[in-house]
């Protein structure tokens, strides 16, 4: 099975502690978002886990210790690190990007470059933030990046009602613009060595070195591992793509990076009520156990078939 971290808040970053606990412990109680009392526990244990995928802002804070190269070498992990061209106007809490640069070259030295993807997203346009600006950032962070990643996840701002809310006045990127900017960032990437993956975006845009099959699909995730996966036939998590989404260990409204985009966090009040309720030591990420509380095991195998393809994967 997949073990996801990264869709409702930033793990490394925040809870790097709370994390290693548990991998030491075995197993994560994670409460369902939209009904409190179901509480889901997962076992952490490679023989059922075949890869544990992180999706972060900043890895450095989990990253220089030897609980890091217990995990890489005792897991298969497959990493997404957001890299833009913001400032502190719209990401108040993410480190500057040529920090993010460094964070990047270091994990990928460390884990490989065929598991480690840079995200850039998401994209929208304002004076400050144009679309020939997007090209001549994108440009130098791909260059900076040629030799850590062979992929990179490209997507638009999406407009959830929390955007809307937190981000006033933004707007959607027109086609017309998101058409200039993929055509040049498909072009840059193939210059540099990086395939671009669209995330949830109109399958018009796909064109070479372009696809639109997902960031985190079946694919990916062996030419990563350098194996065959024999994924349980379900219904996908998100129509517009075939990434293996679901069992996330995360929490909404508990990422610190105060990012105006976000989709994940309400407001910065309710993060910061929910982080005063987090225990490095509990088996929840928020708070703990509830007398209410009905707890299932995970239905959890592995996916791997165990052949190994020389040929077929980078």
Not at 93 to 119: D, H, Y
Not at 136 to 161: H, N
Not at 226 to 248: F, M, N, S, T, W
Not at 283 to 290: D, E, K, M, S
């Amino acid at each position: 099975m997949i073990l996801n971290t990264g869709s409702r808040t930033d793990i490394p970053a925040y809870y790097g502690k709370w994390f290693y606990n548990r991998v030491r412990e075995g197993y994560v109680l994670v409460r369902n978002p939209y009904f409190p009392a179901q509480v889901t526990k997962y076992l952490l244990r490679p023989e059922v886990v075949d890869v544990m995928v992180f999706c972060t802002k900043n890895p450095e804070p989990m990253m220089n210790n030897d609980e890091f190269k217990n995990l890489i070498s005792t897991f298969d992990t497959f990493w997404f690190v957001t890299i833009t061209p913001y400032g502190k106007d719209i990401e108040p809490f993410v480190p500057p990007k040529e920090q993010a640069i460094q964070s990047f070259q270091t994990l990928s030295a460390l884990v490989g470059k065929q598991r480690i993807s840079w995200r850039y997203d998401p994209v929208f346009i304002t004076d400050k933030y144009s679309v020939k600006e997007h090209i001549k950032q994108f440009r130098a962070m791909a260059g900076a990046l040629a030799d850590d990643t062979s992929q990179c996840v490209v997507s638009f701002i999406d407009l959830y009602e929390k955007t809307k809310k937190n981000f006033r006045g933004i707007r959607s990127v027109t086609a017309e613009e998101q058409e200039q900017l993929i055509t040049a960032f498909a072009e840059i990437a193939g210059k540099f060595g990086m395939q671009i993956h669209l995330c949830c975006e109109n399958v018009r845009l796909v064109q070479s070195n372009v696809d639109a099959d997902g960031c985190m699909s079946k694919t990916v995730l062996e030419n990563a591992l350098g194996c065959k996966l024999e994924v349980p036939h379900k219904q996908a998590a998100r129509k517009e793509c075939d990434c293996l989404l679901g069992a996330d260990i995360g929490a909404y409204n508990t990422c610190g990076h105060g990012c105006l985009y976000c989709y994940a966090n309400y407001d910065m009040a309710t993060v910061a009520a929910n982080r005063m309720n987090h225990n490095p030591s509990s088996p929840f990420l928020i708070g703990g156990a509830r007398a209410e509380d009905i707890v299932k095991n995970a239905v959890q195998k592995s996916w791997k078939n165990g052949q190994l393809d020389l040929f077929g994967f980078i």
